[in-house]
């Protein structure tokens, strides 16, 4: 399994930017899909995550700005970044739930590293005040 981010550039406050997730090996359609981000010396946190089904969810911090997809077609996922601001920045990393087609979980499940058990190498997105 492998997945591969880009999308990353720098981009001013308010600005927006889509990052986008390759995967080969898994459908992702199939699986929970999310993305993290760490910022420099801090801890990898939960940004968002799409189950197979189609239902999202969002840390509290980019809710209403952010957006995750999913095209099914391409088989990737997709983080449209929208109202950025400074404290966005970060590498931003997408990772894969092993389990195929997972029912319904507590909100800590896609919010929890450990649940992914596969992850892309990161993509830098910088944004200037």
């Known amino acids: 399994v492998q997945l591969q981010a880009s999308g990353g550039g720098l981009v001013q406050a308010g600005g927006s930017l889509r990052v986008s997730c390759a995967a080969s090996?898994?459908?992702?359609?199939?699986?929970?899909m999310g993305w993290f981000r760490q910022a420099p010396g801090k801890e990898r946190e939960f940004v968002a995550a799409?189950?197979?089904?189609?239902?999202?969810y969002y840390a509290d911090s980019v809710k209403g700005r952010f957006t995750i997809s999913r095209d099914n077609a391409r088989n990737m996922v997709y983080l449209q970044m929208d109202s950025l601001k400074p404290e966005d920045t970060a590498v931003y990393f997408c990772?894969?739930?092993?389990?195929?087609?997972?029912?319904?979980?507590?909100?800590?499940?896609?919010?929890?590293?450990?649940?992914?058990?596969?992850w892309g190498q990161g993509t830098l997105v910088t944004v200037s005040s």
């Open positions: 799409i189950r197979s089904g189609g239902s999202t």
């Open positions: 090996g898994r459908t992702v359609s199939n699986h929970i």
């Open positions: 990772g894969l739930d092993e389990t195929y087609r997972a029912p319904f979980r507590t909100t800590d499940y896609y919010s929890d590293r450990a649940t992914y058990n596969y």
